[in-house]
């Protein structure tokens, strides 16, 4: 029983809500009357109706993000049928925008904004008889200084089998027009003391696999190397850390705490997004392109960690061409993955300015993909998709690293990888439901038949990458960190 229940879907299991715990953490004196439920995307509406009504709650927080819209809003609206007297505050990315337009129909209440502070007030509100002010609360930033911290909501299964997300900083100072976190051009951070007495508590509860989710972990050079420096003097082997960095910001104190790290337990997620310099001006990306690619050549060269480079499909005025001469120029550099990810008109960003020049359309259903614009048509942007599946399952997964080198050879790994790409998905007729066994069969099939490698040599490569494709622990850990949503 629960007079609160916060819940929401994560993406897969191995993600533990970090929106739920700082709601949680900042709920005071009504903390012991509320209850975290978590589910995966996976789990039917009924199914998570009736845990959420087993608790017989008064109030519902229900967390919204992108990936986890559609059974937000089933959930939503089944249990407003269920239950009409449940009050339901949504909350999150995706509703804080178009708060009319969408799930948020079923809504009591919807928080727009960092929510910490407000659920906990209405929530007071609510239980004591008061009438809230009003169904649309716009909630002010929180001082992060006087904010409660979740790690101690963490639990022994968290920390045994699942990603502990931390974050030492909130805000975005650039103004990169796909992503959200440009509308909050303040950075604020945490105080470091309290964040170390906490990390250094889920250390010794055991925790070893942490993804900050700071969206510039190293714009304030001082504080990241102290979170480095942290880390280093408590590592022990299967630490593991995620860290987004600003791609054309590494000054040399940074690259000298990164090369301590040993190999396995730093991944560096670097938002590379594009070098076409006109469309990075275009959508109010700011980077040095040049610096980029030597800081990553060094950083492939010269330390441990593990790159994860990420480029997007379909940005207003970058055609194929252009699309894919930066991703040959991001390949020359070695990165250990390359997210390809499409386009998103995510709800509120200023990429929306941009829909009648470039002729954007995207789907209408989250995660609002690019559907095709005025550069490249439906069918390209189709066989785009599709490359960055296959890209996904034969390159970034590591389990296949003889065939893929053999793939990707040639003058330009895009357009020797978009053929592959082409002709598996001309053999399997899919991008889902691929086996590993059934995949490592047709690169045999392509690498001795299209490429003309001998067969003696192919089945070597597929041998070698057969027992490769075993996941190791480090690269179980990096694919349990990656952000989806994700």
Not at 124 to 150: F, K, M, V
Not at 348 to 359: E, F, L, M, T
Not at 376 to 403: H, I, K
Request: overall charge neutral; charged content about 25%.
């Amino acid at each position: 029983m629960a007079d609160i229940v916060l819940a929401t879907f994560n993406a897969r299991y191995e993600h533990c809500s970090m929106g739920l715990r700082c709601l949680m953490a900042n709920l005071g004196d009504l903390a012991p009357r509320a209850r975290l439920l978590e589910f995966n995307t996976e789990l039917r509406t009924a199914e998570a109706a009736e845990a959420v009504l087993a608790l017989v709650p008064r109030i519902l927080g229900l967390g919204v993000y992108v990936w986890n819209a559609r059974e937000s809003g089933m959930l939503a609206a089944e249990l407003k049928r269920l239950r009409p007297e449940l009050v339901i505050v949504l909350g999150g990315p995706e509703v804080s925008h178009d708060t009319e337009q969408q799930i948020c129909r079923d809504a009591d209440h919807v928080i727009k904004g960092e929510g910490e502070e407000a659920f906990a007030r209405l929530c007071r509100q609510l239980l004591s008889g008061q009438p809230p002010a009003a169904r649309i609360i716009s909630a002010p930033a929180p001082d992060l200084e006087r904010t409660a911290l979740p790690y101690a909501l963490y639990a022994e299964e968290d920390i045994a089998s699942r990603v502990i997300y931390a974050e030492a900083s909130r805000g975005c100072p650039f103004a990169c027009e796909f992503c959200l976190s440009s509308l909050d051009k303040e950075v604020r951070y945490f105080p470091l003391p309290p964040l170390f007495a906490a990390w250094s508590e889920l250390l010794a509860r055991g925790a070893l696999k942490f993804k900050f989710v700071d969206r510039t972990f190293n714009l304030d050079i001082q504080r990241a190397s102290a979170v480095l420096e942290f880390f280093l003097e408590r590592y022990r082997p299967g630490l593991f850390l995620h860290f987004e960095m600003v791609p054309d910001r590494f000054p040399e104190e940074l690259f000298a705490l990164v090369k301590k790290f040993p190999a396995g337990s730093l991944q560096l997620e670097v938002g590379v997004q594009t070098f076409n310099e006109a469309a990075a001006a275009r959508i109010g990306r700011r980077q040095d392109g040049a610096a980029v690619e030597n800081n990553l050549r060094r950083l492939k060269g010269e330390t441990a960690a593990h790159l994860h480079a990420d480029l997007i499909i379909g940005l207003p005025g970058e055609d194929l061409a252009s699309f894919a001469a930066g991703f040959d120029r991001l390949a020359a550099l070695g990165p250990q993955e390359i997210q390809v990810g499409v386009l998103k008109r995510l709800r509120g960003a200023a990429i929306a300015r941009h829909d009648a020049q470039w002729q954007m359309v995207y789907s209408p259903q989250p995660p609002y993909e690019l559907r095709q614009n005025g550069l490249l048509d439906f069918f390209t942007m189709q066989r785009l998709r599709r490359f960055a599946r296959y890209w996904d399952l034969v390159a970034n997964s590591g389990a296949f690293p003889e065939s893929s080198a053999l793939l990707r050879a040639g003058r330009s790994p895009f357009g020797s990888f978009l053929k592959f790409s082409d002709w598996l998905y001309g053999r399997a007729g899919q991008t889902h439901g691929i086996s590993r066994a059934r995949l490592l069969e047709l690169l045999k099939t392509y690498l001795t038949e299209e490429l003309e490698h001998p067969a003696e040599i192919t089945a070597a490569l597929a041998a070698r990458d057969a027992l490769r494709a075993r996941p190791a622990s480090a690269r179980g850990a990096r694919r349990q960190a990656r952000h989806c949503g994700e």
